[in-house]
């Protein structure tokens, strides 16, 4: 099976600028995350989907960060404003239902100037 | 979910068997331990989880000890291609996944 796609992999922007990272998760997929890892860190969660619904997004920073997952597949992860503390690399991840294993992209390191 | 423990990094050397132990002394009934890798640059790998018994696959074996407080993932004969960090991830149904700083393994020829 084809695994989940990120995009970009990588983005330079200036502070205060937007910025958008879009995942496709694994067809057949309910359940689809985003973690943002900062370096020498482990992943942490920002916010879980079931299906299009976002069922816990208790870590997202809500003035700066949103995050869509139309028709219950793909996602888009927005910042707007971004600052300097926003650089890490943010990381997708899908799962057939919330107790399988999850399925990681390969992420999209973000470096705000 | 419970806490875990594991060290900060390790070195196997190249076809020896690599054990990366993991304590979860306050582990409950219903959780279960999860094993994930990460190398340079990708995203986290499943790699194996178990509740009481211990597991294996194709990839790694998972061994649980007998009062649950602590766990060994054994990779059979490393590669150089297993250097990775190793996250051990106590979780109980309907909770999230929540990794910890992980052990960095080195496998060196």
């Known amino acids: 099976e084809a695994g989940v796609v990120q995009s970009p992999r990588y983005k330079i922007i200036e502070k205060k600028q937007p910025v958008a990272f879009w995942c496709n998760p694994i067809?057949?997929?309910?359940?689809l995350y985003w973690y943002l890892q900062n370096l020498g860190q482990g992943p942490e969660l920002l916010i879980r989907?079931?299906?299009?619904?976002?069922?816990?997004d208790s870590q997202l920073p809500k003035d700066r960060f949103s995050a869509e997952r139309l028709k219950g597949v793909d996602s888009t992860l927005k910042i707007q404003p971004a600052e300097l503390g926003d650089s890490a690399v943010y990381l997708c991840?899908?799962?057939?239902?919330?107790?399988?294993?999850?399925?990681f992209g390969n992420g999209t390191r973000l470096t705000v100037t | 979910d419970a806490k875990t423990t594991q060290p900060t990094s390790m070195d196997c050397a190249e076809g020896r068997a690599a054990n990366l132990p993991c304590n979860h002394s306050?582990?409950?009934?219903?959780?279960?331990v999860y094993w994930y890798r990460q190398i340079h640059s990708q995203g986290p790998q499943y790699i194996i989880h178990?509740?009481?018994n211990n597991e294996t696959n194709e990839m790694a074996s998972l061994i649980i000890t007998e009062d649950r407080k602590s766990s060994t993932l054994i990779l059979p004969h490393a590669t150089l291609r297993d250097t990775a960090v190793y996250y051990c991830?106590?979780?109980?149904?309907?909770?999230?996944?929540?990794f910890g700083a992980g052990t960095r393994l080195t496998v060196k020829p």
């Open positions: 991840a899908s799962s057939r239902n919330y107790n399988s294993p999850l399925h």
């Open positions: 067809s057949g997929h309910n359940t």
């Open positions: 989907y079931e299906n299009e619904e976002a069922v816990d």
């Open positions: 306050t582990i409950s009934g219903n959780e279960y």
């Open positions: 178990g509740l009481k």
């Open positions: 991830i106590v979780r109980v149904e309907d909770n999230d996944m929540r």
